[in-house]
């Protein structure tokens, strides 16, 4: 049960994958790992803009509601967190391509 749970991520990923318009998409000749990776990376860097400026507003007094702050607030940090754990994950498994005896 617990590795049906630790997959959900991943099937959002996908999901944003599919519905962010500038990356390229898997199956099509310009979609590579590359630009896919690229994609994800300015998606990140939007959503944490987004939450920089709701976080801005809402120290002027411009901000609708805290909890949409909130909101955008963790968004970005889960999404920044993914992140993290995805380049952490392509680093072990580059390391152990490395280690390997040919």
């Given at each position: 049960m617990t590795q049906v749970q630790s997959l959900a991520p991943l099937v959002d990923v996908g999901a944003a994958m599919q519905s962010t318009p500038s990356i390229a998409e898997p199956g099509h000749p310009g979609a590579t790992f590359s630009s896919i990776l690229q994609g994800q990376i300015a998606e990140l860097d939007r959503t944490l803009?987004?939450?920089?400026?709701?976080?801005?507003?809402?120290a002027s007094g411009e901000a609708p509601s805290l909890h949409q702050v909130m909101?955008?607030?963790?968004?970005?940090?889960?999404?920044?967190?993914?992140?993290?754990?995805?380049?952490?994950?392509?680093?072990?498994?580059?390391?152990?391509l490395q280690r390997m005896q040919l």
């Open positions: 803009k987004a939450a920089e400026m709701q976080s801005l507003k809402l909101i955008s607030l963790e968004k970005a940090r889960i999404a920044f967190q993914m992140t993290v754990q995805i380049r952490n994950r392509l680093m072990e498994g580059w390391q152990d």
